[in-house]
């Protein structure tokens, strides 16, 4: 299930250069990693460098999407207070 999670973000999709980090990890969450890492045939670095492109991709989309609802409600906000002047003025119009 972890594998098929992450395989959209596989290094596949960033071929480029690679930089060396070490890291520390708490033991239980690495041998998580080591074993999707085997089950999927990849290695510890690339399942750790998938979840962090879904965990960024992830966030980022929860940024626009918070973006988007705060437009929507201040779009909401201006329609509303229109509604009066756009009564009066559909009151007024000759069919």
Do not use: C
């Not at 979840?51 to 966030?59: K, Q, Y």
Request: aromatic share 6%; proline share 4%.
């Amino acid at each position: 299930m972890l594998r098929e999670a992450l395989r959209p973000y596989g290094d596949e999709r960033n071929p480029g250069s690679h930089s060396k980090l070490s890291i520390s990890l708490p033991t239980d969450l690495l041998e998580v990693v080591k074993a999707a890492a085997a089950e999927s045939g990849d290695s510890v670095s690339a399942v750790i460098a998938a979840s962090l492109r879904r965990t960024l991709e992830d966030a980022e989309q929860a940024r626009l999407d918070a973006a988007i609802e705060a437009q929507n409600e201040e779009n909401l906000d201006w329609a509303n207070a229109f509604l009066p002047v756009t009564a009066r003025l559909w009151a007024d119009l000759e069919w």
